[in-house]
């Protein structure tokens, strides 16, 4: 959130963009991975607006912070380039000094308030028991009386009353001063579509018009590569867009070509360098869309999504417009190997609700699922390919059919025979698959499925049109789980339900079977039993 600050600062200016971020924790928050790595690039990029109170009771769920820790945090944050101040969380005073000194600070502010959990209870004051418990009647009734707090329940007291309306006229008369700085900065329109989320009638056209050039002029080319060319098109309508990587600009290609840099000080730019720190980019992605005013994407390698899972699933439990852009995404990687070679993920993705997968087949599939993803609402992941894959698509479309999550790519020559489902560079062996049997006598039709959560959107008639009432078969180089829904019998479903291996991304796919000849072989045994079984029925 502070991060978004600055960048809408860098855009509209001090007058209109100039609000501090608040954040509160606790010890075991400090605890977590994610913090180290939110704490190290908010330092390093000088979010000096940011201020991060710390509640250090030195207690958790299981006793004191000694039986777990021993780091001094002062230290670690003053070594991550963040200002430091303890206070005795009970003076109000040192409170107050404590904010004030934040405000005018060139860094991070930590606020270190040194509390005792379950201060007042008469016995459980200090002890772990009051951290995630009720304190009961009786050890409420001495809280009170040790506190003096003689006020009757739901009666707030006057002098709390007061302060609490004197500080709402005060943000009210606050927001009234910048509703006037808005009007006359003539800027309220760009301002009001950039918070919104707005989108430009132009982006529709240029989208088109891009795809009509592919059409016109086919590629073979990774669907990174595509994916890319897709974020520079929404570049030039949407001034919000803010990129990035977890230290991968190069492989998974997050930056456009006219992308620059968000620097320390300097937060003009539009991609951000977040270094190896796959959970904070995923989380600050989450905080710059929650604030508003800019449309995140960033990007790792398929694998790494693990790192990012508690982030990806608040994106879509709070329904927040952000992109996770994932590229090696399968055993197509090849030599980098098992641990690189993405197997389970996109079965692990497709299982949080509210999260759209794309899986885009080529280059005109990439434009056309960037594209839904940055015009509707809640999070996406954008799973591209390494390796080259041709462009599948060759004729012009009244519409942008992926949006509708599956298509019929390649009509078959009569009553269907079976239906090929594929996602992304597997669509390319559907084809070929197609064409052996083909020569073998049978009609087959190929369905381009880039995204199961918009095809399971559209209508009965349309999912039925499109899937046929032939046999069906599936084709992706992960594992098969979910495919079932679709294909209707597991051993329907080509995929992987093992590890990948260290070799030649071909030579991975011949191995593990996902070839022209294996598949349209399998798949004939399939058809032919199948008419052995209506024959004997």
């Known amino acids: 959130m502070a991060l978004a600050e600055r960048i809408l600062n860098g855009r509209f200016g001090d007058k209109l963009v100039d609000h501090r971020t608040y954040a509160f924790c606790g010890d075991g928050c400090l605890m977590e991975g994610v913090a180290q790595e939110a704490i190290s690039l908010a330092g390093h990029l000088g979010l000096s607006k940011l201020t991060l109170v710390f509640d250090d009771n030195a207690t958790t769920i299981d006793g004191t912070t000694s039986v777990a820790t021993s780091e001094d945090h002062i230290k670690r944050f003053e070594a991550a380039n963040w200002a430091t101040i303890r206070i005795d969380g009970h003076d109000m005073k040192e409170i107050e000094n404590a904010f004030a000194f934040a405000a ?18 008469p016995t459980k004051e200090g002890k772990s028991v009051a951290h995630g418990a009720p304190l009961g009647t ?38 009234q001063d910048w509703s006037e700085r808005l009007s006359a900065s003539g800027r309220g329109g760009e301002f009001s579509a950039a918070v919104e989320g707005q989108r430009s009638g132009d982006l529709e056209a240029h989208f088109t018009g891009a795809i009509a050039a592919l059409v016109a002029n086919p590629v073979k080319e990774p669907v990174r590569k595509s994916s890319q060319r897709a974020c520079g098109l929404l570049l030039r309508d949407l001034e919000e867009l803010i990129g990035g990587s977890a230290d991968l600009t190069g492989s998974v290609l997050s930056a456009a070509e006219t992308m620059r840099p968000i620097v320390p000080n300097d937060y003009s730019g539009n991609h951000v360098s977040y270094g190896v720190r796959e959970h904070a980019m995923a989380a600050v992605m989450n905080g710059m869309a929650a604030h508003g005013g800019v449309f995140p994407y960033g990007g790792t390698y398929l694998t790494f999504s693990d790192y990012c899972r508690p982030s990806l699933r608040l994106a879509a439990l709070m329904q927040l417009s952000v ?25 692990s993705l497709r299982a949080i609700p509210g999260l759209n997968v794309y899986r885009p087949a080529d280059a005109i599939e990439a434009l056309e699922c960037w594209y839904d993803a940055a015009n509707r609402n809640g999070p996406a992941a954008m799973v591209v390919s390494r390796q080259a894959t041709p462009q599948v698509r ?16 390649s009509p078959s020559d009569g009553p269907r025979d079976a239906t090929l489902l594929a996602t992304g560079t597997e669509v390319a062996l559907a084809l070929a698959v197609k064409d052996v049997l083909q020569v073998e006598g049978y009609k087959i039709a190929v369905v381009s499925m880039p995204c199961w959560e918009r095809f399971d959107e ?26 079932t829904q679709y294909v209707g019998h597991r051993d329907h479903a080509f995929g992987i339900d093992d590890f990948g291996l260290s070799a030649p991304g071909p030579q991975v796919f011949e191995e593990k079977g996902l070839t022209v000849e294996p598949i349209a072989r399998r798949i004939m045994e399939r058809l032919t039993r199948s008419e052995a079984e209506q024959t004997l029925a």
């Not at 009786?138 to 739901?154: I, Q, Y």
């Not at 055993?331 to 641990?339: A, L």
């Not at 519409?399 to 599956?406: S, T």
């Open 104 to 121: 005018i600070s060139d860094r991070p502010t930590l606020i270190a308030a040194r509390t005792r959990i379950g201060y007042g209870a």
């Open 138 to 175: 009786e050890e409420v009734a001495g809280l009170k009386a040790s506190l003096g707090w003689e006020t009757p329940a739901f009666e707030i007291p006057a002098p709390i009353l007061n302060a609490w309306r004197l500080a709402g006229q005060r943000s009210r008369n606050l927001r």
């Open 323 to 347: 992109v996770f852009l994932f590229s090696h995404d399968s055993i197509g990687v090849g030599e980098d190997g098992p641990t690189h070679q993405p197997i389970e993920q996109l079965a």
């Open 394 to 409: 060759t004729r012009a479309e009244n519409h942008m059919p992926a949006r509708r999550g599956g298509y019929v790519l």
């Open 458 to 483: 559209q209508d009965s008639i349309y999912q039925r049109d499109v899937l046929g009432n032939a046999a069906r078969f599936s084709i992706e180089a992960g594992s098969r789980f979910g495919w």
